[in-house]
């Protein structure tokens, strides 16, 4: 079965700081990658996605991430963040063409200003 | 703004109690889910739907009860419940097949079983 493992539960960094969140499936064909955030109060909402192709995946507001095969790694990664980036991130994987969207346990990101 | 809408927000409800929570997409997609979010686990795939017809259903149990009169709308019905089942419950919706496309989430329905 697919899973999913997003290895911090909480992070905390200052404004500039740059971002890196860890995320690995399991999963042995074709997957489908995602990485999701929840705004304080507000709906799950994609921030990026791989389908196929350049494996350095460009995302809203200056995110990232980047699919590493070998390593089963899906990592978000931010030069820069910003106090406004404060959320849960949730990185998820479709194994196949008709499989479901299976999530990790998520990443809370909090950004001192 | 997503598309998709859930009804109540918030619902509180004693456990002898029968409550049913909404789901309504304006996006033209053929596949409806319905997710449980709880504090410090993965978001729980509950129930899919694609084409109206049930076609996931992972051991959940029988207090929970789905429906999906047409493509455009879910409801989860909700009787006997656990204070365990205390939650957020979230409806997504998307184009078939999932794994080419992506899924819209709703804001969710905070649910507290009393």
């Known amino acids: 079965a697919q899973s999913v493992s997003q290895h911090n539960h909480h992070v905390i960094l200052s404004e500039a700081a740059s971002l890196e969140l860890g995320c690995n499936y399991s999963?042995?064909?074709?997957?489908?990658l995602f990485w999701y955030v929840q705004y304080p109060g507000q709906h799950l909402q994609l921030l990026l996605k791989?389908?196929?192709?350049?494996?350095l995946v460009k995302g809203i507001k200056g995110f990232e991430a980047e699919f590493i095969k070998s390593k089963f790694s899906f990592n978000l990664r931010k030069p820069s963040v910003q106090w406004s980036d404060t959320a849960e991130y949730f990185c998820a994987v479709v194994g196949g063409s008709q499989g479901n969207l299976i999530f990790g346990k998520g990443t809370k990101l909090s950004v001192k200003p | 703004e997503t598309g998709v809408t859930q009804t109540p927000r918030h619902l509180v409800m004693g456990m002898t109690n029968k409550k049913s929570l909404k789901c309504e997409q304006h996006l033209g997609h053929n596949a409806m889910y319905w997710y449980k979010q709880s504090a410090k686990k993965p978001l729980e795939l509950m129930f899919v739907y694609s084409l109206e017809e049930r076609v996931e259903n992972n051991s959940v149990p029988s207090r929970f009860s789905p429906e999906c009169p047409n493509s455009s709308h879910l409801f989860l019905h909700l009787h006997t419940l656990q204070p365990e089942d205390s939650a957020l419950y979230l409806c997504?919706?998307?184009?078939?097949?999932?794994?080419?496309?992506?899924?819209?989430f709703g804001q969710g329905t905070r649910l507290t079983v009393v």
């Open positions: 999963y042995g064909g074709t997957v489908n």
């Open positions: 997504a919706s998307s184009q078939e097949p999932l794994g080419n496309t992506e899924a819209f």
């Open positions: 791989y389908f196929s192709g350049d494996p």
